[in-house]
T-cell receptor, first 114, second 113 residues
Framework: NAGVTQTPKFQVLKTGQSMTLQCAQD?????MSWYRQDPGMGLRLIHY???????DQGEVPNGYNVSRSTTEDFPLRLLSAAPSQTSVYFC?????????????FGPGTRLTVT | DQQVKQNSPSLSVQEGRISILNCDYT??????FLWYKKYPAEGPTFLIS?????DKNEDGRFTVFLNKSAKHLSLHIVPSQPGDSAVYFC????????????FGKGTHLIIQP
């Protein structure tokens, strides 16, 4: 199993550009989430999904869109990038078990918006 | 306002000694208290957890203690090894509502030879 994969690893955008961060998992997990980590901060939840076709907002959803058309994929879209979105983005997944708190994280995408 | 506080940004410990990482929280609604470990350029990985109904959980060299009255969580690593050098995040899970974890800012543990 590859686990949780994220592409790209690094990205530089200009203010106003759009892009999609890709996330895929091969563990057949129902739950998937996107977090961002800013310097000196903990990870904060952006959006999450409890299954294909179902998404909801987390703590910091503004400026981001998500969709979940398949169990495996959970892309994060930035419609109009802003410097405040410079961060490291982590995708995570978990199954529907009693250890639901054990999330599996991807390696992250480092995004810089100039 | 921060729900999870890790007040030590970094901690340096000699190899073989005990490392103690601390975490304070403000809200009592959480069901599980967790520690995640993160190496540079990697995502966090789950390390150990404790249920809100327990006060101690042990897994090899790692022990997590929960003091609910003080709203305090700690992770003990003994003996500390060079591979333990990483950033440790305290995280809280509520099991309902938004499906996610509430993380602290992290403590960078450095194990010195």
């Amino acid at each position: 199993n590859a686990g949780v994969t994220q592409t790209p690893k690094f990205q530089v955008l200009k203010t106003g550009q759009s892009m999609t961060l890709q996330c895929a998992q091969d563990m057949n997990h129902e739950y998937m989430s996107w977090y961002r980590q800013d310097p000196g901060m903990g990870l904060r939840l952006i959006h999450y999904s409890v299954g294909a076709g179902i998404t909801d907002q987390g703590e910091v959803p503004n400026g981001y869109n998500v969709s979940r058309s398949t169990t495996e994929d959970f892309p994060l879209r930035l419609l109009s990038a802003a410097p405040s979105q410079t961060s490291v983005y982590f995708c995570a997944s978990r199954g529907r078990t009693h250890t639901a708190y054990e999330q599996y994280f991807g390696p992250g995408t480092r995004l810089t918006v100039t | 306002d921060q729900q999870v506080k890790q007040n030590s940004p970094s901690l340096s410990v000699q190899e073989g000694r005990i490392s103690i990482l601390n975490c304070d929280y403000t809200n009592s609604m959480f069901d599980y208290f967790l520690w995640y470990k993160k190496y540079p350029a990697e995502g966090p990985t789950f390390l150990i957890s404790i249920s809100s109904i327990k006060d101690k959980n042990e897994d090899g060299r790692f022990t997590v203690f929960l003091n609910k009255s003080a709203k305090h969580l700690s992770l003990h690593i003994v003996p500390s090894q060079p591979g333990d050098s990483a950033v440790y995040f305290c995280a809280l899970y509520s099991g309902g509502g938004a499906d996610g974890l509430t993380f602290g800012k992290g403590t960078h543990l450095i194990i010195q030879p």
